[in-house]
């Protein structure tokens, strides 16, 4: 078992629709939860960064977790085609002696 | 402020050449961490340099190896390139350890021919 696990997609809505990317993690240390967006030919960009379980929001972006099903999920509200990307989760532990992202997800928002 | 660079942008090299890829960090930033990227095993996690100190290191093999200087620059090295070491290299800074927010600079294209 992968210790960080994302569905691939592709994932294709419509504009306007409400997106929900989710990430399912094995190592119970992870503390700290962050979402990047990663359009193509481009480095990763952060986009939420959490510590422990709870819901965060900014502007049309909100990131939950769930430790204790382990379980992390990013909404975007009001999709936009510009939020066309790759969505990685990544996660680490309080001593920063694991990093680890999941795989990605590929987002496809059409017109 | 500016982002973190990454030079050079795309290079082409041939199996068993060497490669050294260069990190400028945000401004004020201590903690540099290099990660490659290919599609079918996505970020992989190479190693992490603080205060001119390798803090942790990934699953790589020694072909592959860093350094930091005193001004929090950072290099990769790659020696005896393969096939398979074509991929993204990105390098992300932090102000300290790992688990503070991370900025990524827009990576280096290695191709392996």
């Known amino acids: 078992q992968k210790e960080v696990e994302q569905d691939p997609g592709p994932l294709s809505v419509p504009e306007g629709a409400i997106v929900s990317l989710n990430c399912t993690y094995s190592?119970?240390?992870?503390?700290?939860f962050m979402w990047y967006r990663q359009y193509s030919r481009k480095g990763p960009e952060l986009l939420m960064y959490t510590y422990s379980s709870g819901n965060k929001e900014d502007g049309r972006f909100t990131a939950q977790v769930d430790k204790s099903s382990k379980y992390i999920s990013l909404f975007i509200r009001d999709s936009q085609p510009s939020d066309s990307a790759t969505y990685l989760c990544?996660?680490?532990?309080?001593?920063?002696?694991?990093?680890?992202f999941g795989p990605g997800t590929r987002l496809s928002v059409l017109p | 402020k500016a982002g973190v660079t990454q030079t050079p942008r795309y290079l082409i090299k041939t199996r068993g050449q060497q490669v050294t890829l260069s990190c400028s960090p945000i401004?004020?930033?201590?903690?540099v961490s290099w990660y490659q990227q290919t599609p079918g095993q996505g970020l992989q996690f190479l190693f992490e340099y603080f205060s001119e100190t390798q803090r942790n290191k990934g699953n790589f093999p020694g072909r592959f190896s860093g350094r930091q200087f005193s001004n929090s620059r950072s290099e990769m090295n790659v020696s005896t390139l393969e096939l398979g070491d074509s991929a993204l290299y990105l390098c992300?800074?932090?102000?300290?350890?790992?688990?503070?927010?991370?900025?990524f600079g827009p990576g280096t294209r290695l191709t392996v021919l």
């Open positions: 401004s004020g930033h201590r903690s």
């Open positions: 992300a800074s932090s102000l300290d350890i790992s688990t503070d927010t991370q900025y």
């Open positions: 990544a996660m680490s532990d309080n001593y920063g002696q694991n990093f680890v």
């Open positions: 190592n119970s240390a992870f503390q700290y």
